[in-house]
């Protein structure tokens, strides 16, 4: 009989069986995605049995899982900051080391009123509706090359009532020329195009590449960004980037070059260098 209860067991071992460290939650997470439960219904409910085309559905999410596929991306959505986001393999998976960025940017405009920010690389939207999310006179501007991309970070904009704070555009960084502003924030691509093939499965296959990748070294984008910063930025604006853990002294090195002062460079939750802030001058 398919009973929650047999259904979590028997999916937790399927993943389990395929390396799948996480086979618990996930069973969990795509039992209540399958019967739009929630996880505590299914863990105060496990005797309710699941009818036939319930049993088939879990059993297409589970050998979804079992291949690697992200559960963010079969369950549609991924929390970042406070919010909830919709995601699919357009956009990359936010992750919590991007919210020091968040994170930073809040605290250096703690007693600003008003602020305008242009997110390079907005991807599903979640850096830049977070923070217009936390301070109600901000406004926004996002910019992304993948037109699907924009498409879900304007859905979630709209989901956090914050379409009428934010203008996305589909552009390089190369052809955006749009208005001057205060900061400009960036997760740019940055792994070197020779050490993709040596991420995990679940990100090599899944994730979309053009999101990832950095080109020779790495840094192809950080170059670009922070050379059209100086141009798009107001006198004393500010820039803040994420960058890979082993990056710090490249990217500081291309600021140099520029027409910046380096504020500081943070460290994420895993006390890996994460961002860098410099004020344009």
């Given amino acids: 009989m398919n009973t929650i209860n047999n259904i979590l067991q028997l999916g937790s071992k399927i993943l389990k069986n395929h390396s799948i460290k996480t086979h618990q939650i996930d069973t969990e997470l795509l039992l209540s995605k399958t019967l739009k439960e929630s ?5 105060t409910n496990d005797n309710k049995t ?30 970042f900051w406070k919010k909830k986001f919709f995601v699919d393999n357009n956009v990359l998976i936010p992750r919590p080391d991007s919210e020091t960025v968040v994170e930073k940017v809040l605290s250096y405009y703690k007693h ?13 939207g979640c850096l830049i509706i977070s923070i217009l999310g936390e301070r109600k006179y901000f406004k926004g501007t996002a910019i992304d090359i993948s037109k699907k991309a924009i498409n879900i970070a304007k ?30 924030i960036s997760n740019p691509p940055y792994i070197c195009s020779s050490k993709l093939k040596y991420l995990d499965k679940d990100i090599y296959n899944f994730e979309p590449i053009q999101a990832l990748e950095g080109g020779k070294n790495g840094l192809k984008f950080f170059e670009k960004i922070i050379k059209k910063s100086s141009k798009l930025l107001k006198k004393s604006g500010r820039l803040i980037l994420e960058i890979g853990f082993d990056q710090k002294s490249k990217v500081l090195e291309i600021i140099n070059k520029e027409n910046f002062f380096v504020n ?17 001058l």
């Fill in 264 to 280: 500081n460079v943070y460290k994420d939750y895993g006390k890996n260098d994460r961002c860098i802030i410099c004020t344009k």
């Fill in 39 to 43: 996880r505590e219904y299914i863990l």
């Fill in 112 to 124: 600003k009123k008003k602020i305008s920010i242009l997110d390079i690389g907005t991807g599903s």
């Fill in 155 to 184: 859905y979630n904009a709209k989901m956090h009532q914050l379409s009428n704070r934010i203008k996305f555009y589909k552009s390089s960084v190369d052809n955006f020329f749009k208005g001057k502003y205060d900061l400009i």
């Fill in 50 to 79: 699941l009818n036939f085309s319930e049993t088939k559905k879990f059993l297409k999410f589970l050998n979804r899982r079992k291949n690697n596929e992200p559960i963010a991306y079969i369950m549609n959505e991924k929390y």
